[in-house]
């Protein structure tokens, strides 16, 4: 058998099975999956699809990361902060929209 990194403390976040999720020694932190349904802007017209939410990080850095994505192609991971930042930003965006009357939204 492979001998595997010394793994620290999972964070309190860590859903991960790392007996089985873990690779090659790479110990890998896993929040759980959070999956919003959204209308997505497509080439052939809107289409419902599922966004997924998930933390992450890993033994070698303690850098906790967002990914924001569709589980293929379409993604964006960011720090913790960078998302707090986009959080912050969406929610002063749809408030600003909701002031609108309906004539000029």
């Known amino acids: 058998m492979g001998r595997r990194a010394a793994r620290q403390a999972c964070p309190r976040w860590c859903v991960a099975d790392h007996t089985a999720e873990d690779e090659c ?17 497509a080439r052939a017209g809107p289409v419902s699809t ?27 991971e960011v720090t913790l902060e960078s998302a707090g930042l986009l959080a912050a930003a969406l929610t002063r965006a749809l408030a600003a929209l909701e002031k609108l009357s309906p004539a000029e939204g």
């Open 25 to 41: 020694g790479d110990i890998r932190h896993r929040g759980a999956t959070t999956t919003v349904p959204v209308v997505a802007r």
């Open 50 to 76: 599922e966004l997924l939410l998930e933390l992450s990080s890993d033994d070698r850095d303690a850098t906790a990361w967002l990914y924001l994505g569709d589980g293929t192609d379409q993604r964006l």
